[in-house]
């Protein structure tokens, strides 16, 4: 079964626009929850990360969410640009463990 | 600092035939993983070395897949023989000792079985 959830599949967004992409989990054990960029013909890339004793973070112009009840955590793209046209990977990873779990993945496609 | 190289880059093979994958972690960094990404679902993680120790093989799907990383510099992936269902986007990562959270990424190999 898979242990990461994410939504939605594939997004259009109009530059300037706010994208945002959301994923669930239900491991409570997981307390590391990455976010990670792949462009085409590129590994993924790290991007923005979080731990579960904050709510958000934010860098740039790129913002985790985080709701520890709800198990749920999203990434949130302010003044979406061409440039972030790109895959984009949630995962999470237990605490003291080596691997990472990923969602699915989103194609993130910003029109000029 | 160059990062994680890997190769080929894409590989085309017929079934049953054998492919080997290479992996070339960031220089000094012990750990490296491994994990696939097949047909547009989620990457999934197929196991971990720490210099040449096998760490955690979970992910293997079967015993046609066999990783090795002699010495503990670069690491290969062989698959033999090789199935249609192992189609897929191989890709390795590695990371600093105690640094298991931020891994860096290879380009990958993209492995078509016809």
């Known amino acids: 079964q898979q242990q990461v959830k994410q939504s939605p599949q594939s997004l259009i967004v109009q530059k300037g626009g706010i994208s945002i992409i959301n994923c669930a989990y239900e491991n409570t054990a997981f307390d590391y929850f990455p976010w990670y960029q792949q462009f085409p013909g590129k590994g993924p890339a790290l991007l923005i990360a979080?731990?579960?004793?904050?709510s958000e973070k934010k860098e740039g112009r790129f913002t985790i969410s985080f709701n520890k009840s709800a198990k749920q955590f999203s990434l949130h793209i302010m003044d979406s640009q061409p440039g972030d046209s790109a895959t984009y990977f949630c995962?999470?990873?237990?605490?003291?463990?080596?691997?990472?779990?990923f969602g699915q993945g989103t194609r993130l496609t910003i029109n000029p | 600092e160059a990062g994680v190289t890997q190769f080929p880059s894409h590989s085309v093979i017929e079934k049953g035939q054998t492919v080997t994958l290479r992996c070339d972690p960031i220089?000094?960094?012990?750990?490296l993983y491994w994990y696939r990404r097949v047909m547009g679902k989620e990457i999934k993680f197929l196991l971990h070395?720490?210099?040449?120790?096998?760490?955690?093989e979970s992910g293997m799907p079967n015993n046609r897949f066999l990783a090795e990383r002699t010495g503990g510099t670069y690491s290969t992936l062989k698959v033999q023989p090789a199935e249609l269902e192992d189609s897929g986007v191989y890709f390795c990562?590695?990371?600093?000792?105690?640094?298991?959270?931020?891994?860096?990424f290879g380009p990958g190999t993209r492995l078509t079985v016809l």
């Open positions: 070395f720490v210099k040449e120790s096998k760490q955690d």
């Open positions: 990562a590695s990371s600093l000792a105690g640094a298991t959270d931020t891994q860096y």
């Open positions: 979080i731990r579960p004793d904050v």
């Open positions: 220089s000094g960094h012990d750990n």
């Open positions: 995962a999470a990873k237990e605490q003291g463990a080596q691997k990472l779990v």
